[in-house]
């Protein structure tokens, strides 16, 4: 009944299976990955005919997480996976990066790749096993996809690269100082497509290494995919890329000069409606054959990129007077909104961003709800992207694939240079609005975000800037790469190289392709122009932050006071007794964790301040030979009681009242007294002794020996 078809190979540590055949017979490709214990399924289907009318090539990719895989029930009321995660949308992305631009060219028939989690160790992190299925399902499918590739994740301690680290290894990397890097690439045999990375001040040289060490590792995953393939592989799918050259040449001779006009003017918007007015030129000298041909889009696309990368590779001069190496004009702002506890505004050409921080308690840390298990995180970045960035209208709806990615990148680059929990214990939260859109809004948010936590007083270990390049790759392998890329030069080139980090090393690399991969030399020469750029930058927020940003006076203060464990019961009380009375009664906010620490925050110093004694009451030891003041609370024919720390009691012997023989310590005392007394230890029993008679009552002073003979 089935054709069971599996292959593996031993891979760093564990085993790595790909087995097809059995499962979803009916997709154009499936094949069942496995790394250790963790399994993901990756199921391909392509339309046979492109959909009348189609300019873009539909791919869509889906990555998801089943909660069986780790043996768990969703949470929620419905008890049912809902809406994609961050980190399934984020994968998601990692896939389509790297296998869109290996379609056979001119290829527009709707693809699907589907990914399911079905089994998850907690030790392999199944977004890499993901991209292994996808991309071996794709090879069999007999899509005309120019594959395989394959991904590794690597990590860099003690000067060593590590492949495929586990998932506790990549948790709260900057909890860990000895691991410095979270780096995926995706490539084929002769070159990289695609890097994602989360680093630690890492040097270019180190950067570069990690991808080329990435790129040795994935080579005899290629090998396995194209051995299952060589075996198991349908019919490659009859397509011709369609030729559209005498339509190409009908449209340059239409409308070549005007279109070469419109991209000579620097400014945005009066650029893009000169090039909407010279397409409407060359449809107009066009016959109704030629306007009715589905591959029109395509020439006209293509002779904008031909006079865009034409001018920058042969002259070195960009579409807005730049040369390849010049940033754009910056103008960095902070402080703008009184209210907020930080902002700031970041103007790169037409590119801006207005970037808000606001300092939480532990109340507003984020739970995380993952197959690998649950945790908070005290650091969030939200980006949001709306129409008039761009002078457009359209619907404005919830977060979309492109603003998580975005604001997960400048995420990555930040929270690098963030202080340690236990010095600075506030929530973080960054929103970059982007205001203005020209090229690379999500280094505007990096840039301004990491000015906007300087406003609020964040003490960041160093200020982080990121710059993204550009490349126009020529077929007789001539190139140029671009500093501080443009939106067209985004859409018409062949790079998205984006670089962030401090003056001292790389925080975060990420890199998306369209040609069939790029060379070491490219990469190095790309890295080290990024460097020039960004030093650039952080030159210039530095002009932002010439003055001491002080803490916001509207943001919550926060203490933190360590406690023994086993005080931790006292402190919360029966039912949370305890700590409710020390809110209520101080007026803070009290969060402890299972470590022992306590934040105490509120905006009134005072309100702080009595919560902390309230609890150092409970927690404290008393100390021998201290005086502390206290009350009477019991008297009896021995002594008297007397509360004098916190909830403890001790008793103060008759002997110990005064330098007098006493009838009953009623004599001198009564219930409810105030009084100083000096504790003198412990009885074999752990009972307390007290004295008052070595106290001065007045004073509080201790009375000294020679004091107390000559009374």
């Given at each position: 009944m089935f054709n069971v078809t599996k292959k593996s190979m031993q891979w760093g540590e564990e085993t790595l299976t790909l087995e097809t055949g059995k499962v979803a017979r009916q997709a154009d490709g499936s094949v069942i990955a496995t790394l250790g214990e963790t399994s993901v399924m990756a199921n391909v289907t392509f339309a046979r005919q492109q959909k009348p009318g189609q300019d873009f090539f539909p791919l869509t990719v889906h990555y998801q997480e089943k909660y069986y895989a780790a043996g768990k029930v969703p949470g929620g009321f419905?008890?049912?996976?809902?809406?994609?995660?961050?980190?399934?949308?984020?994968?998601?992305?990692?896939?389509?990066?790297?296998?869109?631009?290996?379609?056979?060219?001119?290829?527009?028939?709707?693809?699907?790749?589907?990914?399911?989690?079905?089994?998850?160790?907690?030790?392999?992190?199944?977004?890499?096993?993901?991209?292994?299925?996808?991309?071996?399902?794709?090879?069999?499918s007999g899509a005309p996809?120019?594959?395989?590739?394959?991904?590794?994740?690597?990590?860099?301690?003690?000067?060593?690269?590590?492949?495929?680290?586990?998932?506790?290894?990549?948790?709260?990397l900057r909890l860990n100082p000895e691991q410095r890097l979270d780096l995926v690439v995706a490539g084929t045999k002769n070159a990289v497509m695609m890097v994602e990375s989360e680093a630690y001040e890492l040097t270019e040289a180190e950067m570069l290494g990690?991808?080329?060490?990435?790129?040795?590792?994935?080579?005899?995953?290629?090998?396995?995919?194209?051995?299952?393939?060589?075996?198991?592989?349908?019919?490659?799918?009859?397509?011709?890329?369609?030729?559209?050259?005498?339509?190409?040449?009908?449209?340059?001779?239409?409308?070549?000069?005007?279109?070469?006009?419109?991209?000579?003017?620097?400014?945005?918007?009066e650029r893009t409606a000169a090039v909407a007015a010279a397409r409407e030129t060359i449809k107009a000298a066009l016959t109704e054959d030629q306007l009715e041909d589905a591959n029109l889009g395509s020439a006209m696309k293509k002779l904008e990129a031909g006079i865009l990368r034409g001018d920058v590779v042969k002259g070195g001069k960009r579409i807005d007077g730049r040369d390849t190496t010049t940033v754009r004009q910056i103008v960095a702002e902070t402080g703008l909104l009184p209210r907020t506890h930080g902002s700031a505004l970041f103007t790169r050409g037409e590119t801006q961003g207005l970037v808000v921080t606001t300092l939480g308690t532990g109340d507003d840390e984020q739970f995380i709800d993952a197959l690998h298990g649950n945790f908070k995180s005290n650091f969030l970045l939200h980006y949001n992207f709306p129409p008039y960035s761009v002078g457009e209208v359209g619907r404005v709806g919830s977060p979309g694939r492109r603003e998580i990615g975005h604001g997960k990148l400048a995420w990555r680059a930040l929270q690098a240079v963030l202080p340690a929990p236990t010095d600075f214990p506030y929530t973080i939260r960054v929103v970059s609005e982007i205001t203005e859109s020209n090229g690379s809004s999500s280094m505007a948010s990096v840039c301004g975000g990491s000015l906007s936590m300087m406003d609020a007083g964040v003490p960041l270990k160093a200020p982080v800037a990121g710059v993204a390049m550009g490349l126009i790759l020529e077929d007789d392998g001539s190139y140029a790469v671009l500093t501080d890329i443009l939106g067209d030069e985004d859409h018409l080139g062949d790079m998205d190289f984006k670089v962030a980090g401090t003056e001292n090393g790389i925080t975060s690399l990420q890199m998306d392709i369209k040609v069939a991969g790029i060379t070491p030399e490219i990469m190095e020469k790309a890295l080290a122009q990024a460097k020039d750029g960004r030093l650039h930058i952080l030159n210039e927020m530095g002009k932002a932050l010439s003055e001491t940003n002080e803490f916001s006076v509207h943001a919550p203060r926060i203490e933190t006071m360590q406690i023994p464990t086993d005080k931790i019961r006292e402190v919360i009380g029966s039912g949370g007794k305890v700590i409710r009375e020390i809110v209520e009664v101080s007026g803070a906010k009290v969060d402890i964790n299972d470590d022992g620490v306590i934040k105490i925050a509120s905006p009134n110093g005072d309100a702080i301040q009595k919560a902390y004694d309230m609890i150092y009451s409970i927690v404290a030891e008393p100390e021998e030979g201290q005086v502390y003041t206290g009350k009477v609370v019991k008297i009896v024919d021995f002594g008297a009681f007397v509360n004098f720390f916190g909830k403890r009691d001790g008793l103060v012997h008759v002997s110990q009242i005064e330098n007098r023989r006493l009838n009953h310590p009623s004599d001198v005392l009564k219930e409810g007294q105030e009084v100083k007394v000096k504790l003198l230890g412990f009885d074999d029993r752990g009972k307390v002794r007290l004295s008052m008679k070595v106290v001065d009552q007045e004073t509080g002073e201790e009375i000294k020996k020679e004091e107390a003979a000559e009374g």
């Open positions: 419905f008890k049912r996976e809902a809406r994609p995660t961050e980190k399934e949308t984020l994968t998601a992305r990692l896939i389509d990066r790297p296998i869109r631009p290996l379609f056979v060219p001119g290829f527009k028939n709707e693809v699907l790749v589907m990914c399911t989690v079905l089994s998850h160790d907690l030790v392999n992190d199944p977004d890499i096993v993901a991209m292994i299925a996808a991309s071996a399902a794709l090879t069999i996809f120019m594959g395989p590739i394959a991904g590794a994740r690597v990590g860099f301690v003690d000067g060593e690269y590590v492949l495929n680290p586990t998932v506790d290894d990549m948790q709260d990690a991808v080329n060490f990435a790129h040795e590792q994935i080579q005899p995953v290629i090998d396995l995919i194209i051995s299952l393939a060589e075996e198991t592989a349908k019919e490659p799918f009859d397509f011709q890329a369609p030729d559209y050259s005498e339509l190409y040449e009908a449209v340059k001779a239409a409308g070549e000069e005007e279109m070469r006009a419109a991209f000579a003017i620097t400014d945005k918007q």
